[in-house]
Structures are given as structure tokens and as C-alpha cells.
């Protein structure tokens, strides 16, 4: 990983879908955080290539600084960067396009690199690659480097066919599969927190932890993305990428080194040894109408553009096992949802009661031990916690339970450093440890595929949750041995 951050060699960054929902909302405002912290280099334009006209004004209109000052003048600065270049996608207009793009790195004097972000529908990927390639835009000594988003391909058959014909142009050294959860701060931490920490490193085993639960849980719909999304669902939109990356870092063995390979050798490891899904193992759900924000909300299969018997999953929970030494019988249960009751995202690792049965209630004890709970609150409230049992003040013995918290947003603040910003950080400065490596992608989709090909049967039954709830009931079996879903406590409630 680079670090401490800092400044970028000169290129030409180019955002292909420039006027798209992903680039407004997350790469442009991600750039200006980066030129505003001084590691953009003065030499680097930003080239916003769409099909239809724009106009730099339009693409930044959301960024206008409320508050003027140095704001204001980054803004204005940064704006002074970007040319917006309009592009086609066919061949007669390929070499226009690619002049236009070398008159701007001449202008700015950025040299021979590119980095290239394909904010565009994976079915683009390749097709736009491959003309860039053929149009020389990738022509001269300086490196190349090529940001897809996620999901990378449909399934196990689509996304080897789209690697096959991308590393026909590239090698893996310049691609960079994005996945978002990997720039979040507390994903992140997960890694320092098991291998710089005796405290929890030492337990992080089959021998203290009896399971763990992974849970991302949003409260919005689908968003005006039902094109996409009727075709994803909650399994390839979340599953596949999201909360396999979040399982591999809380399950795999430390890495030999911090740099790229070393890291994402170890998490695809851990992604090899699970056992593959069946069908006892996974809950597909799809909400139907209900509340959302003390708002009544319709189901998915009248959300717009959703077709009105639609059965893609809009939740999925499922119940992971690791065939290895170290987690053996530890079963790991990753959970997703649109529409649930609450927005989140936490991994809660759950240990094992203590041996013995000295406070088992009793007339001598009031209470149970509680399990320990250890808590990575990803979002929306960033913090690390840890449940325990105390004995409460006064006569007799009442046991309760009470929680260690480190608070990182108190400390640190909300959201302090976009997760965007850290990974267009580590893509224009070389470094993919934070990106998903093709082995990683494949191991991924070869379990997912098992859950898309045994969903008919649960589909069937949709929807069968309501909007604002936690999911189907049938969830509360997957657990089993009297286990119960965990949400951490809400710290500032
Ligand atoms: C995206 C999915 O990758 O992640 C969306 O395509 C989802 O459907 C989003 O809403 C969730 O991200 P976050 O950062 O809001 O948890």
C-alpha cells in the first residue's frame, strides 16, 4: 500500500460515462478531494469523455462549495483541469477522439500516461478498450493503467470470456477492478486490527470464535437503477463482490507482506477454501411493499422499470463455510438487503461462551453471561466495539452487559477520507493491493454461481419480506444452535 499519500506522477486521466449518476457522485467529487489535498499533479488534465455534449460547468455543478474561501478557489483550480471531450464509440470518429486527447496532454505537458476509468455498463468494457487500443491512444513509453467497476462480468462464464478478451490488450499490472468496500476505513482497519493486535490476533480462530456475521443493510430501493439492477440482484450487485472482499479480509491468514500480491494472495486463498453453497445454506427474499423513513413505499415489482412479476432477489443471506484449519466449523453468515429497516454495514464476530457453568443463573446469580461480541461498524457510525459482561453495581450478583468502544468517527470524524478518493489515490499511484486481482474475481463467481443456479426454487415465493423490515422470516433458521442475528448497538440513539 502507498503510504503516507502523495503526490501523483503527471497523466491524463480520462473518465469514460463522464455524465453518468457514478461519475457525478463519486469520481469527480473524489478528483476534487484529490487535487484539493495537493496529490493531483498540476500537469494532470481530467478528460470527462461522454457521448452526448457537456460542459465542465454541468459536469462540477454539484460541487459548488458552499462556503467559498480556499474552496472555491480549489474548485475553480480544478475545473481549470478538466476538458470535456465527446465521444462516439465508433471507429470513424476514433482517431479525432484520440488527437483531441493527445492535444490536451500537450497542452498540459502530461506526458505519455493514461489512466482510464470506465464508468460505463460492463458490456462496454471491453468493446471501448479494444478501440483505444486500436486508435493509439495507448501509443508512447509512459504506463497505462485501465479502472473497471464492478461487477466484473455476470457469472463465472461471462467473466472469464470479458478477462480473456481484455488481457488480449492488457496485462493484470494495469488493470484495476474497483470494489468501493475496499476503500472504506473501517474494511480497511479489519486487516490492522487482526495483525497488529495480540489482543485480537491471538483469539481469531475456530478455538474462541463460534461464528461470525457479516451485514450490509440498506434502507433505499433501487434508485432509478432497475435496468441494471433487474438483471444483477442483491446476489451479483452485493455478494459477490462487497461481502466476499469484507469475509476475506475478517477469515484470511496474514499476509507475508504488505505489498499487492502478497495481500490479495492470502484473501484469494481463503475465497478458494469455502465450501461450496447448497441449497439449505442460502435466503433469497424480495420486498414487497411497506415503510421506508416513516413513508409507505411500494414493492420491487413496482419500483420504475422493474417488470411487475420480476423475481431477481433484492436480499440474500447465506451461510459460509471455510475448509481450512483455522475456521473449521465456524460458520460465517453474510446477509444484504434493499429496503431493510435500518442502513448498516458491520462484521460482528461472536466467540464462544466461556467453559463451565460457575455463572449460570441461579438464585445466586441474576442474569447470563451475555456472548462477547467484537464489532467492525463499517457504516453508518465508524467504530470498533467489543461486548462483555460485568456484574452490575450493588448486593447479590447481576450480571450485564457492557461495551468497549472505540468510536473512530468521534475520533476521526464521519466519513473522514471517501472510499473513492483512497482507491483513485492508489490507482493513479500504481498500487492495487486495494483492487480485486482476476484469481479473486473467478474464485468469487465459481461459489456465487452455485447460489444463482439453486435460486428458482426460493423465487418462486417472492416477494416475501416487507420493505423496512429485517427480511424473510425463513432467515432466522439459517443460524441454527441457538444463535440470533446481531445488530450492533446504535451509538448515537
Ligand atoms: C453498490 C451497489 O456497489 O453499492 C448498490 O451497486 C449499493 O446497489 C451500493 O447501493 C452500496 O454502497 P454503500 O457504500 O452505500 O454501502
Not at 45 to 63: E, F, I, N, Q, W
Not at 128 to 144: E, M
Amino acid at each position: 500500500m502507498t503510504a503516507p499519500a502523495s503526490l501523483c506522477e503527471p497523466c491524463v486521466i480520462l473518465v469514460f460515462g463522464a455524465t453518468g449518476d457514478l461519475a457525478r457522485r463519486k469520481i469527480f467529487p473524489a478528483l476534487l478531494a484529490l487535487h484539493r489535498r495537493g496529490f493531483l499533479h498540476a500537469r494532470t488534465p481530467v478528460v470527462a469523455v461522454s457521448r452526448r455534449p457537456t460542459s465542465v460547468a454541468d459536469l462540477l455543478a454539484g460541487l459548488q462549495p458552499e462556503d467559498g474561501g480556499g474552496d472555491a478557489q480549489a474548485l475553480h483550480a480544478f475545473a481549470a483541469s478538466v476538458r470535456c471531450i465527446v465521444f462516439d464509440h465508433t471507429e470513424a470518429t476514433l482517431p479525432a477522439f484520440v488527437a483531441a486527447v493527445d492535444d490536451v496532454a500537450r497542452e498540459r505537458g502530461a506526458g505519455a500516461a493514461r489512466a482510464v476509468y470506465f464508468a460505463l455498463p460492463a458490456d462496454a468494457f471491453e468493446p471501448t478498450a479494444a478501440l483505444l487500443v486500436k486508435g493509439g491512444l495507448f501509443q508512447g513509453d509512459g504506463w497505462r493503467r485501465l479502472c473497471f467497476e464492478k461487477p466484473f462480468g455476470h457469472d463465472l462464464a461471462s467473466a472469464r470470456e470479458l478477462n480473456a478478451k481484455i488481457t488480449r490488450h492488457f496485462d493484470e499490472s494495469s488493470i484495476y477492478r474497483i470494489d468501493h468496500y475496499l476503500g472504506k476505513e473501517l474494511v480497511r482497519n479489519l486487516m490492522v486490527m487482526r495483525f497488529a493486535n495480540p489482543l485480537f490476533g491471538q483469539i481469531w480462530n475456530r478455538e474462541f470464535i463460534d461464528h461470525v456475521q457479516v451485514t450490509i443493510a440498506e434502507t433505499l430501493g433501487v434508485e432509478g437503477r432497475a435496468g441494471y439492477y433487474e438483471k444483477a440482484g442483491a446476489v451479483r450487485d452485493m455478494l459477490q463482490n462487497h461481502l466476499m472482499q469484507v469475509l476475506a479480509l475478517a477469515a484470511m491468514e496474514p499476509p507475508k507482506a504488505l505489498d499487492a500480491d502478497s495481500v490479495r494472495d492470502a484473501m484469494v486463498e481463503v475465497v478458494r477454501q469455502l465450501v461450496p453453497p447448497s441449497d439449505g445454506d442460502f435466503v433469497l427474499g424480495q420486498f414487497a411493499p411497506g415503510e421506508a423513513g416513516g413513508r409507505p413505499v411500494p414493492g420491487y415489482r413496482a419500483e420504475p422499470g422493474v417488470h411487475p412479476a420480476s423475481d431477481t432477489e433484492t436480499f440474500v443471506a447465506v451461510r459460509a463455510c471455510i475448509d481450512n484449519p483455522r475456521w473449521q466449523g465456524v460458520p460465517f453468515y453474510l446477509r444484504t438487503g434493499k429496503r431493510m429497516g435500518r442502513r448498516l454495514a458491520e462484521a460482528n464476530i461472536v466467540l464462544r461462551a466461556q467453559p463451565g457453568t460457575l455463572f449460570r443463573a441461579d438464585r445466586a446469580v441474576e442474569g447470563e453471561p451475555g456472548p462477547n461480541v467484537i464489532s467492525i461498524r463499517i457504516q453508518p457510525y465508524e467504530g470498533i466495539s467489543v461486548e462483555f459482561t460485568v456484574k452490575a453495581p450493588g448486593e447479590g450478583l447481576r450480571l450485564e452487559t457492557a461495551v468497549m468502544e472505540h468510536c473512530h468517527h468521534c475520533v476521526y470524524g464521519l466519513d473522514t477520507v471517501e472510499a473513492y478518493e483512497i482507491l483513485l489515490h492508489e490507482f493513479l499511484a500504481g498500487d492495487q493491493t486495494l483492487f480485486t486481482r482476476w484469481d479473486f474475481v473467478e474464485a468469487s463467481w465459481r461459489w456465487v454461481d452455485a447460489i444463482t443456479a439453486a435460486r428458482d426454487g426460493q423465487a418462486a415465493a417472492f416477494p416475501n419480506y416487507a420493505a423496512g423490515t429485517s427480511g424473510p422470516a425463513q432467515v432466522e433458521g439459517l443460524l441454527g444452535g441457538g444463535r440470533d442475528w446481531i445488530v450492533s448497538r446504535d451509538i448515537l440513539s
